[in-house]
């Protein structure tokens, strides 16, 4: 608590609801996510962190899961998004033509993701996701990678568990068979801001025939570099 109150003396802009705000959102995204967690981190009251993050809530900089916990919200994933959006057609038009399989970039929006950019196969069995569709985060490897390194407690009835997700922290990438569609593989890595934030997840996917039940083993490589490529430096 002392060096967290250290660090805010340090840094004050000289507007103190500001400066509380801003450590409020620094510490939920270190992993302070209940509001005991959040008193103890900031050093604020406990009134005071409840209302600083409430605040947060409504302008959508903070969210909470059903349990109450705290989490980054999906306004701080869309700050910088534009520059982020650019380079993606790009890299995943590289990727897709790379991997042969469609590639997608997905954010966070509340318990879904969004797909923001895609890069599709012109022709043949594949997998088509087009853009701003709203996919739920209780299956796919891309909602494992939001969860993972963006943080939450896993979806009620979702396809995969903790344990998954701790594996997917562990090697840096994850992978589904059949878990949103079937007959649909998938292989997904984390984009990182320039903070080490994640902002998105970037995949492929495509028919079970080709990418098979270890996707991973095949494409876990070029999605783990467009990803690096993504990610800010």
């Known amino acids: 608590m002392l060096r967290c109150l250290y660090r805010y003396v340090e840094q004050t802009s000289g507007v103190g609801v500001l400066d509380k705000a801003v450590l409020v959102l620094d510490a939920v995204q270190a992993g302070a996510h209940s509001l005991a967690a959040l008193t103890e981190r900031t050093g604020l009251s406990r009134a005071t962190a409840h209302r600083l993050a409430v605040a947060l809530e409504v302008h959508r900089f903070l969210a909470r899961e059903g349990d109450g916990r705290w989490r980054p919200g999906p306004r701080l994933s869309t700050l910088g998004s534009d520059l982020l959006l650019e380079h993606a057609a790009a890299v995943l038009a590289r990727l ?19 797909c923001v950019a895609a890069a599709d196969l012109g022709s043949g069995l594949r997998d088509t996701v087009p853009v701003g ?101």
């Open 96 to 114: 897709r033509d790379l991997t042969g399989e469609s590639a997608q970039l997905y954010r966070r929006e509340g318990e879904h993701r969004i």
């Open 133 to 233: 569709a709203a996919l739920p985060m209780t299956a796919g490897s891309a909602a494992q990678v939001l969860l993972a390194f963006g943080g939450g407690a896993v979806p009620q009835g979702a396809a995969f568990t903790d344990r998954v997700l701790a594996e997917v922290r562990r090697r840096g990438w994850a992978h589904s068979v059949a878990e949103r569609e079937q007959g649909v593989a998938s292989v997904s890595a984390p984009v990182f801001d320039s903070e080490g934030r994640l902002v998105a997840a970037v995949s492929v996917s495509g028919p079970l025939d080709r990418l098979t039940r270890q996707p991973g083993r095949l494409h876990a490589a070029p999605v783990l570099a467009a990803a690096k490529e993504l990610s800010g430096p």
